[in-house]
């Protein structure tokens, strides 16, 4: 058994294709299946059930693949322990965040982490909460910055800064002549909101429990696939919709439309970050806090 093998097990499993993942190991397709067959005969179980059009991990072969993850994370610890000693800010860092925060922040943040780290570049991606836990988890990405509470088995986290919600309408709309909205009166305008698997959505259900029931009579709800794209179609005067001080305030804005704070206790977010517990550059996770530390979510800094 070798860690070679043990990174094939993990792809496998991961892309659930021979092809696939032999092109992310770099190896040809024949070199991975007999790599995996050797580790099945050496086991003497069945890793994977194997068809025409797919390969699905066995019950075992899940066990196996999740302590074959936990040897390798366990590996790539010596290697970086090995270093110790030596700058821990001079490779990429690997940082996720939410799609609802990721194109306000991360401006932000590459330009200050050069800043502090000159010599640290930031692989950075967006993605959904669910996907970025998988990811955090297996060890593709080192840090995520999402919404709180995130509570992951050896996971921390740390709350980096709270934003408030506010109310987007078209230039014109009655309610831009208030200066504050009563989210209780949303059910009563067309609404814009993101699709299904974005944690904002479900944050902004929860802090006007009157539009869950709207949102099941299927009632004054149209849904965007971000939070740019429902800004233009409010522009256009298709409805309003709820965004998050960042994303209000960022460099998107637009004079087509306007925006409103709620009414106090205004519906807000806590943002933060989450790293492995094992993870073996805490410097970068320090450097990664102290730049997104001076971004203001209200001011678009």
């Not at 993605?127 to 990405?141: Q, S």
């Not at 709800?221 to 409805?239: D, N, P, Q």
């Not at 965004?243 to 519906?267: C, D, H, N």
């Amino acid at each position: 058994m070798t860690l070679t093998e043990l990174r094939y097990i993990v792809t496998l499993a991961r892309e659930q294709h021979f092809g696939h993942a032999a092109e992310k190991c770099f190896v040809s397709q024949p070199t991975l299946s007999i790599a995996v067959k050797k580790l099945e005969e050496e086991l003497g179980v069945a890793l994977f059930e194997r068809s025409k059009n797919s390969v699905r991990v066995t019950p075992v072969g899940d066990k196996v693949v999740q302590q074959a993850q936990r040897v390798l994370e366990q590996a790539d610890t010596i290697k970086d322990l090995a270093l110790e000693g030596k700058d821990q800010l001079k490779s990429p860092l690997r940082v996720g965040a939410i799609y609802t925060i990721g194109p306000y922040l991360f401006p932000h943040l590459v330009s200050k982490v050069q800043e502090l780290a000159p010599d640290m570049p930031l692989y950075i991606e967006e993605n959904f909460t669910e996907n970025l836990r998988v990811k955090i988890r297996n060890g593709e990405l080192d840090a995520v910055i999402l919404a709180l509470p995130f509570n992951e088995p050896d996971i921390l986290t740390r709350p980096l800064y709270e934003e408030d919600f506010e109310m987007l309408m078209p230039a014109g709309h009655p309610w831009s002549k208030h200066k504050e909205i009563n989210s209780e009166e949303l059910p009563n305008t067309p609404l814009l909101l993101l699709g299904e698997g974005h944690c904002f959505r479900d944050q902004v259900l929860e802090s006007c429990p009157t539009l869950t029931q709207a949102l099941h009579d299927q009632q004054t709800i149209t849904e965007g696939s971000s939070l740019e794209t429902i800004r233009m179609m409010v522009g256009s005067g298709l409805g309003c919709s709820v965004l998050p001080q960042s994303a209000v305030y960022g460099p998107m804005r637009s004079e087509m439309v306007v925006t409103r704070p709620f009414q106090k206790p205004a519906p807000k977010r806590t943002v933060g970050v989450a790293w492995r517990a094992s993870f073996p550059r805490p410097q970068a996770i320090d450097i990664l806090i102290d730049a997104i530390a001076s971004f203001d979510p209200a001011g678009g800094q």
